[in-house]
């Protein structure tokens, strides 16, 4: 018998790390395991490692610069969470004596939303902005928001539950526009390596990106911090990285994640256009099936031509089946997705993205989530489509009325 082949769509959750990236974690664990603060020569080999990532994931961003200088750019983290979490926190405790206010917007990561409950507790005043339809913010009412007090904006760059991607160059422009010196934050943890970012451009202050979502090691991340930007230290060690993030540097996470990166960034043009394409494709065969919601953007683009939607992320939610109920049966036929954002593992309220677009507690209770990789075929797409079909009829037989 033929085994059934595995079609992974849950990429969003996490991605295969590529067979190169590996090879080369593998390498250094094994053979150039030195730690890069010794001072003999394993340990001067193990930090040439870390040099280089630096170098390779600042050229993603188009940031330049000296060796030195992209070592105060780029502060490798365990992830996206603590990278968010440094740059909130971090931030905030630094520019408290100019103000205490913050805004974010709804539909942020819990990693960025529970650091706000926690400035809260603080003391600090946080405004939450809302979205229209589709899941993205109004420029109006950040504008709105800004006050003289205002000391950081938060915005991700994509959700990762709906895929909306937010105006983050106009927000960086209206912000620094308004306010110099108010600092902006982008949690892009689901938008790097899937779009190309460029800080400088786009006035963003800080950056945080996670490993494990562009087909590198779990574990590893990074804050990009723009120059002249100074945040308080949110753990306390042995002073590496300039005193930002003590701990011994995890190299090979590090190498691993900014090979990833840079393999991402020599395709980038041609995996998204053909990840947009699959979208498309994708949609259009939910269409057929009926009594299907596309959650967030459905159009790549928006009137103007200007894309609104990421290229890998496809909420959506089948009338009268449980999400649960979807998830196993898909699992069955060996279609991997996710019935919310693995983020939250577990949790059964409503996600504070569903709640912003206006969603009803029993449409969300039948969502589940499609995310692609550059090794998703249209293949896996048609089988995937093709397994709908054929199940969603079935399912909804059993819904009690």
Not at 88 to 107: C, P, Q
Not at 162 to 187: C, M, N, W, Y
Request: net charge negative.
């Amino acid at each position: 018998m033929n085994e059934k082949k595995e079609i992974y769509l849950d990429n969003s959750a996490t991605t295969k790390v590529f067979p190169e990236v590996a090879q080369l974690v593998m390498k250094i664990m094994t053979e150039d395991y030195g730690n890069p603060s010794s001072m003999h020569m394993a340990g001067v080999n193990a930090e040439g490692y870390v040099k280089e990532a630096t170098e390779k994931i600042a050229k993603t961003l188009h940031i330049k610069g000296s060796s030195g200088d992209l070592a105060k750019r780029i502060i490798f983290t365990s992830g996206g969470t603590e990278s968010d979490n440094l740059a909130i926190i971090g931030a905030a405790e630094s520019m408290k004596r100019k103000g205490m206010h913050i805004i974010t917007t709804r539909l942020e990561h819990p990693a960025v939303l529970n650091s706000m409950k926690e400035l809260e507790e603080r003391g600090f005043t946080v405004t939450y902005l809302g979205c229209d339809e589709r899941g993205r913010i109004r420029l109006a009412d950040l504008e709105a928001a800004i006050t003289p007090e205002t000391i950081l904006v938060s915005v991700m760059h994509t959700n990762n539950e709906i895929g909306s991607l937010q105006p983050i160059a106009e927000a960086g422009e209206l912000i620094k526009r308004i306010g110099q010196d108010t600092l902006f934050h982008v949690d892009a943890v689901q938008g790097y390596g899937k779009a190309d970012i460029n800080p400088v451009k786009m006035h963003i202050d800080m950056l945080s990106v996670s490993g494990h979502k562009l087909h590198g090691p779990k574990g590893i991340g990074f804050l990009y911090v723009a120059d002249g930007v100074r945040l308080k230290p949110v753990s306390y060690g042995g002073g590496q990285q300039g005193g930002l993030r003590s701990g011994t540097l995890n190299v090979p996470g590090i190498a691993g994640m900014a090979l990833a990166s840079e393999m991402l960034y020599s395709t980038l043009k041609e995996d998204t256009e053909r990840m947009y394409a699959l979208r498309e494709h994708f949609i259009k065969g939910l269409s057929e099936i009926g009594d299907v919601r596309v959650n967030g953007p459905i159009s790549n683009t928006d009137e103007n031509g200007t894309y609104i939607a990421a290229p890998h992320i496809v909420s959506t939610s089948f009338k009268g089946v449980r999400s649960e109920v979807l998830l196993h049966t898909l699992e069955d036929a060996g279609i991997y997705i996710s019935a919310g954002s693995a983020c939250s593992s577990h949790k059964r309220s409503m996600s504070s993205t569903m709640q912003a677009i206006g969603m009803s507690e029993d449409l969300a209770g039948s969502t589940v989530r499609f995310s692609f990789s550059t090794g998703t075929t249209e293949e896996d797409i048609d089988t995937c489509i093709a397994v709908l079909s054929d199940n969603i009829p079935k399912l909804r037989k059993f819904v009690r009325m």
